[in-house]
Nanobody
Framework: QVQLVESGGGLVQPGGSLRLSCAAS????????MGWYRQASGKQRELVAA???????TYGDSVKGRFTISRDNAKNTVYLQMNSLKPDDTAVYYC???????????????WGQGTQVTVSS
C-alpha cells in the first residue's frame, strides 16, 4: 500500500502565502504523476496542479501565476507553494499520486486525507 500524508495547511490572510507538502510512503517502486486537487464546500473537486516525474507541470486556470508545484523524487514528496492567496482558494487540498508498488505491478492512483486551507481576514 502507498500512503500520502499532507501537511502545511492552515489559516492565512488574503494576499498571504502557504506551502503544502505531501510525502508518499510505503511500498513504492516509482511514482509517475503527483498532484494537488482541492474541494471547496459545495463544489466539485478540481485540479490545482500536477507534475510528472520528469518535471512537466500542469496548472488549473485559477491558480496560474500564483501557485508553483515542485517535487523531490528522492524523497517521494511533492510541494505546492501558494502565493497571493484569495478567499476563493479556501478549500480542502488533497494530494494525489500515480504509483507502482513493484516493477511488475500495475499503476494505481492514491489520495491523501486532505488538509484544510482557509483564506480569510
Amino acid at each position: 500500500q502507498v500512503q500520502l500524508v499532507e501537511s502545511g495547511g492552515g489559516l492565512v490572510q488574503p494576499g498571504g502565502s502557504l506551502r503544502l507538502s505531501c510525502a508518499a510512503s510505503g511500498t513504492i517502486f516509482s511514482i509517475n504523476r503527483m498532484g494537488w486537487y482541492r474541494q471547496a464546500s459545495g463544489k466539485q473537486r478540481e485540479l490545482v496542479a500536477a507534475i510528472t516525474s520528469g518535471g512537466s507541470t500542469t496548472y488549473g486556470d485559477s491558480v496560474k501565476g500564483r501557485f508553483t508545484i515542485s517535487r523531490d523524487n528522492a524523497k517521494n514528496t511533492v510541494y505546492l507553494q501558494m502565493n497571493s492567496l484569495k478567499p476563493d482558494d479556501t478549500a480542502v487540498y488533497y494530494c494525489n499520486a500515480d504509483a507502482l508498488r513493484r516493477s511488475w505491478d500495475k499503476q494505481y492512483n492514491y489520495w491523501g486525507q486532505g488538509t484544510q486551507v482557509t483564506v480569510s481576514s
